[in-house]
């Protein structure tokens, strides 16, 4: 299993990380459009969709929906605002009350509650990736997600004792969590300083996205797990091997990036290209 997880990191990683890079934004979109179906195909199975036709039209319906916010880019702010909104209403829930989002018995509820993880997140990719920086700030995006998710596990592992939220993931540990953070500081006060050279008071501002943006992608990973739980299943899918689905791979994302692109946008002084 971990074999396969390696090689399967190994090819994803620089096939993403070239992409980013070398390709233009609607172009890196598309790119991204194909995990986007692939996800939404895994969600509609999660939701107890069965008919191919059926989860064919779901996965079509919310690659159409992106598209039309790539035609129309005034609406990518906007969408970005909704997926914020949604997931501080979603994390509340998590948390305050570790229950399920939707009824056991519905289908409808966890199909439009898919759109709504998926859909803003890939518009906040395509807008970040558009900026003065773009590239570069998805690619920082990720890794500060990365970092965050690879720490938590490593400290949680050789720490861990006050469970997170046993009822949704017994895994996750309040210490790891903060070791992940930690970690995330680091990192962001790194690329804060010689990167961006930040005044002081931007660079507070900028830190304190990064760890928001952490935190956002903890909830997208206690959300998912909340799903597979209610659906009876370990992985979303076997797309990736050793990996499990999509969605287990982009669920930290997906809640993370709709806040870190606005985020952004609320910050001047991130907007502005890099001169150094």
């Not at 070398?22 to 979109?29: G, K």
């Not at 991204?32 to 064919?56: D, M, R, T």
């Not at 590239?135 to 995006?141: D, S």
């Not at 952490?214 to 990973?221: E, I, N, R, T, Y």
């Amino acid at each position: 299993m971990l074999k396969y997880r390696v090689l399967t990191a190994a090819l994803l990683v620089p096939l993403l990380v070239v992409s980013i890079f070398l390709l233009p934004s609607r172009y890196f979109a598309l790119f991204l459009g194909g995990f986007v179906v692939l996800a939404a195909w895994e969600w509609s199975g999660l939701a107890n969709v069965i008919s191919p036709f059926a989860k064919f039209a779901y996965a079509g319906t919310a690659f159409l929906l992106g598209v039309v916010a790539f035609e129309l880019p005034v609406l990518i702010v906007p969408i970005g605002v909704i997926g914020v909104l949604w997931w501080i209403g979603a994390s509340f829930r998590l948390f305050h009350k570790q229950q399920l989002l939707v009824p056991l018995g519905s289908k409808v509820k966890p199909l439009v509650s898919g759109l709504f993880v998926l859909v803003p997140a890939w518009c906040a990719l395509y807008g970040l990736h558009q900026g003065p920086q773009g590239p570069t700030m998805v690619l920082i995006f990720m890794l500060i997600i990365w970092i965050a998710d690879i720490i938590a596990f490593f400290v949680g592992q050789a720490w861990g004792k006050q469970k997170l939220a046993p009822l949704i993931s017994p895994g996750k540990s309040v210490e790891g969590l903060l070791g992940g953070l930690a970690g995330v500081i680091v990192f962001a006060s790194v690329v804060g300083i010689w990167y961006l050279h930040l005044s002081a008071w931007t660079l507070l501002l900028w830190l304190v996205l990064a760890l928001i943006s952490a935190l956002f992608s903890v909830c997208g990973d206690l959300f998912e797990s909340q799903i597979k739980r209610r659906a009876g299943v370990k992985d979303s899918g076997k797309t990736l091997p050793g990996h499990g689905g999509v969605l287990d791979r982009i669920d930290s994302m997906s809640a993370a990036s709709p806040v870190f692109f606005i985020g952004v946008q609320t910050i001047p002084a991130l907007l502005m290209p890099n001169t150094t």
